[in-house]
């Protein structure tokens, strides 16, 4: 698959919406939770979030947007958020190439990148460990799932 990654913009909020709604749907139903952010997240504040200068990077196969990842960063830190890969399109490398793709264009006083998924989320906690985040701790989310950080060093 000739899958091309490049940045997000304003133009592709609703493609985004789409894809992440999509890929969230296994985590909604694992913790039986139907009000994950990432599922309640509107066009509107996806549109806004794609206008800030943080980075925001898609996988594009052909015209089609087939993944998608973005980041917010405060200070030395970068978080990895809504990390969304179309269902009919999981498992052939775009996940670890957009998170390979997201660290890579941390900003340069980043010193440390992170994100959080579900304790039970087992696949997801593998992939992330084999992209070389470590746990760095728990806590319980704002909908009552216990999620686990993980975190990475930027050399």
Same mark, same amino acid.
């Given at each position: 698959?000739?899958?091309?990654? @490049?940045?997000?913009?304003?133009m592709?909020?609703?493609?985004?919406?789409? *894809?992440?709604?999509?890929?969230? %749907?296994?985590?909604?139903?694992?913790?039986?939770?139907?009000?994950?952010?990432? %599922?309640k997240?509107?066009?509107?504040? *996806?549109?806004?979030?794609?206008?800030?200068?943080?980075?925001?990077?898609?996988? #594009?196969? @052909?015209?089609?947007?087939?993944?998608? +990842?973005?980041?917010?960063?405060?200070?030395?830190?970068?978080?990895?958020?809504?990390?969304?890969?179309?269902?009919?399109?999981?498992?052939? @490398?775009?996940?670890?190439?957009?998170?390979?793709? *997201?660290?890579?264009?941390?900003?340069?006083?980043?010193?440390? +990148?992170?994100? #959080?998924?579900?304790?039970e989320?087992?696949?997801?906690?593998?992939?992330?460990?084999?992209?070389?985040?470590?746990?760095?701790?728990?806590?319980?989310?704002?909908? @009552?799932?216990?999620?686990?950080?993980?975190?990475?060093? +930027? *050399?």
């Open positions: 698959m000739n899958v091309h990654i @490049g940045p997000l913009h304003p592709h909020a609703g493609e985004v919406l789409t *894809i992440q709604r999509a890929a969230y %749907l296994d985590e909604a139903r694992r913790y039986g939770a139907w009000d994950l952010p990432p %599922l997240e509107t066009f509107d504040e *996806i549109k806004a979030h794609l206008e800030e200068s943080t980075p925001a990077l898609g996988a #594009f196969y @052909g015209q089609r947007l087939i993944g998608s +990842v973005r980041s917010r960063v405060e200070g030395d830190r970068m978080e990895v958020s809504r990390l969304a890969v179309a269902p009919d399109v999981q498992g052939a @490398g775009i996940g670890r190439r957009l998170l390979q793709a *997201i660290t890579a264009h941390a900003p340069l006083d980043v010193r440390v +990148v992170w994100l #959080f998924t579900g304790a989320s087992d696949e997801n906690l593998r992939f992330y460990e084999s992209a070389g985040f470590v746990r760095a701790g728990e806590r319980i989310d704002a909908v @009552g799932i216990r999620c686990v950080t993980l975190e990475q060093k +930027v *050399i």
